[in-house]
C-alpha cells in the first residue's frame, strides 16, 4: 500500500515538472563560426551561472538541417552560419513551425588559400583558381567549348607559378566556407569566359555550372573541421588548403595564406575591402525555444557585447573582423530588441545582382588575354 502511495506521488512530481527539460542552450552550425561562438559560451557560463552552452561544428548546411527540423526542446536553438541562410533552408524551417528566426551578423572572416611556410608563396587571381578548380574549363583548341579541366600542375596555368602538382584540401557542399568560396572566387574567375557565356545565358544555369568543382582527385574534401585541413597542409607541404582567415592567424607558425590579386589577407586587408575574398559571420536564434531554454536572451547579450565583438574585443583576438561601428551599433540594438527576420528573398535577389556586377568589375580589361597558354589538354 505504501509502495503504491510512492509511486502515485512521484507520478504527480513528475506530470508537475516545469518545462526547463534541458538547461543547457544547444548550438550547432558552421565550423568556421565554431571557435568564436565556443569563446563567447565560456565567457558566458563564467559571468552569468548559467550552464555553459553546448557547442557543435556541423557544418553550415547542417546546422541549418538541424536548427529547421523543429521548435521545442529536441531541436537546437541556436545555427551559426559562415553565409547568410538560403531561402530554401528558411522554407524548410517555415514548414517545421519555426516561424520566429532572429538573425545577427555579427562580423567578417576572410576566406584564404593556404600552404606550408616551408612551401613557395602563391599570388593568385581568381581567374588562376578557377582554372585550377574548376570541372570544367575553356578548350584550348576551340575556346568555346568546354572540356574536363586538364591542368595538373601550377606552372601549367601560369609559368612564373611554382613547377608542382595541384593539390587542394577544402570543404565540403555542406559547409558555408564552401558556399562563399564558389561564389566569391569560382564565380568571379568564370563569368566573363567566352564559353560560360555562350553554353549558359540563363544567369541561374551559368551560376550553377561555374560553381562546379572537379572531381578528379586535385580537389579534396577534407570535412568540416578547418583545422583538420590546417594538419593536412603541415603532413602535406606542396597542398594549398581553403578555410577561415582566424585559423590562418591561430596557425601562421606553419602556414601562409596566398595573396589574391596581390593582396595578402591580413586584418587590415579583410576589413578594408581589399582582400576580396570576405564574407560576414551570422548566428540565428530561434525565438520559440526563448523561455523553453533558460538564458538564451543573455547569451545573446553576450554575444553582440562591445567586449566580445567590438574592435579590440575579446573576439578579435581570436580572429574575427568586426562590423564598421554604425552597423554594429545598430546590430546590437536590433539583436537585444530580437528584431525578426525579414524580406530574405528580395534581398538575396540583390545579393545575386552585386555578385553578378562583383564579376564584371573583377573580368580582364579589353584586350588582355582571356585564358593562358595551358599545357595540352588530355
Not at 181 to 195: I, K, R, S, Y
Not at 246 to 258: K, Y
Request: aromatic content about 10%.
Amino acid at each position: 500500500m505504501l509502495n503504491k502511495f510512492l509511486l502515485s506521488i512521484l507520478l504527480v512530481a513528475t506530470i508537475s515538472l516545469p518545462a526547463y527539460a534541458r538547461d543547457q542552450i544547444r548550438v550547432v552550425g558552421s565550423s568556421t563560426v565554431y571557435p568564436f561562438v565556443t569563446t563567447v559560451a565560456e565567457q558566458y557560463g563564467r559571468k552569468t551561472g548559467f550552464n555553459t552552452p553546448i557547442v557543435e561544428s556541423t557544418g553550415t548546411g547542417g546546422g541549418f538541417k538541424l536548427f529547421c527540423s523543429g521548435k521545442g526542446l529536441s531541436y537546437p536553438d541556436i545555427a551559426n552560419a559562415s553565409r547568410r541562410i538560403k531561402p530554401n533552408e528558411l522554407l524548410d524551417c517555415y514548414k517545421n513551425n519555426v516561424l520566429d528566426i532572429k538573425e545577427i551578423k555579427f562580423g567578417f572572416d576572410g576566406i584564404v588559400l593556404a600552404n606550408s611556410v616551408e612551401s613557395p608563396s602563391f599570388d593568385l587571381t581568381v581567374s588562376d583558381i578557377f582554372l585550377a578548380l574548376a570541372r570544367k574549363i575553356p578548350s584550348r583548341k576551340n575556346p568555346n567549348k568546354l572540356v574536363d579541366n586538364y591542368y595538373k600542375s601550377w606552372d601549367e596555368i601560369n609559368p612564373s607559378f611554382p613547377k608542382q602538382k595541384i593539390s587542394v584540401y577544402g570543404p565540403p557542399p555542406t559547409s558555408g566556407t564552401r558556399d562563399a568560396f564558389v561564389e566569391l572566387v569560382m564565380e568571379a574567375g568564370c563569368w566573363h569566359l567566352d564559353a560560360y557565356k555562350n553554353l549558359y545565358e540563363n544567369f541561374n544555369e551559368r551560376k550553377k555550372a561555374c560553381h562546379m568543382i572537379r572531381e578528379d582527385g586535385v580537389y579534396v574534401e577534407a570535412g568540416e573541421n578547418d583545422n583538420l585541413i590546417v594538419q593536412k597542409l603541415k603532413a602535406n607541404p606542396q597542398s594549398l588548403g581553403i578555410f577561415g582567415f582566424s585559423f590562418l592567424e591561430e596557425n601562421a607558425n606553419f602556414v601562409q595564406g596566398s595573396a589574391i590579386s596581390s593582396v595578402k589577407p591580413t586584418h587590415d586587408s579583410i576589413a578594408s575591402g581589399q582582400y576580396i575574398i570576405s564574407r560576414p559571420l551570422f548566428v540565428y536564434i530561434k525565438g520559440e525555444n526563448i523561455g523553453l531554454v533558460p538564458g538564451i536572451e543573455e547569451f545573446i547579450k553576450e554575444l553582440v557585447s562591445d567586449e566580445a565583438i567590438a574592435p579590440y574585443g575579446y573576439l578579435e583576438e581570436r580572429g574575427l573582423i568586426p562590423l564598421p561601428d554604425a552597423e554594429l551599433k545598430k546590430m546590437q540594438k536590433d539583436a537585444v530588441a530580437g528584431k525578426k527576420l525579414e524580406n530574405l528573398v528580395e534581398e538575396e535577389k540583390a545579393e545575386f545582382e552585386q555578385i553578378k556586377q562583383n564579376a564584371v568589375n573583377l573580368a580582364p580589361a579589353s584586350g588582355s588575354s582571356e585564358t593562358p597558354q595551358p599545357a595540352a589538354e588530355k
